[in-house]
């Protein structure tokens, strides 16, 4: 996939979610997750994961980012990047979250790891999860 024509600003958005991932809170599994999402008009908002003692209680970085655009008036997505190491898909609680706002949003999986100047792999939301729940 083509991601300088496709979606020009994953530079923005990869630097967003590489940055906010250094705030994440995850004393526990030591796991630092970081999120960009991009609006549809062209605003970045971030989140990181935030761990509890009491891991059901954990809030992964792509839920905080959607949840903190929501909170500042946003609806629609046009993508999201996330960063970590390894393996950076979205766990399956956030798949079914993102796919309420967009099932074609482009998820950019950002292996921290690999040099910045390198494009993350580029999927559509509904590859990740297809059939997703809907009411």
């Known amino acids: 996939m083509d991601l300088d024509n496709l979606l020009p600003q994953w530079h923005q958005l990869q630097a967003a979610a590489r940055e ?5 809170w ?6 630092h997750v970081g999120a960009a ?11 990181c994961n935030v761990e509890n003692a009491s891991y ?10 959607i949840c903190s655009a929501v909170a500042q008036g946003y609806s629609t ?16 609680a956030c798949r079914q979250f ?17 040099p910045e100047d390198q494009p993350p792999e580029a999927v559509r939301l509904a ?7 809907r009411l």
């Open 26 to 31: 995850a004393p526990y599994s030591k796991f």
């Open 56 to 65: 059901g209680l954990t809030i992964c970085a792509e839920r905080v980012a």
């Open 20 to 24: 906010v991932r250094t705030r994440a």
């Open 127 to 133: 590859e990740l999860l297809p059939r997703a729940f």
């Open 37 to 47: 999402v991009l609006t549809d008009n062209g605003s970045i908002i971030v989140g």
């Open 77 to 92: 997505f046009t993508a999201i990047c996330i960063s970590l190491t390894d393996s950076p898909v979205p766990c399956g």
């Open 98 to 114: 993102l796919v309420e706002f967009s099932p074609d949003m482009l998820v950019l999986l950002d292996d921290v790891t690999r």
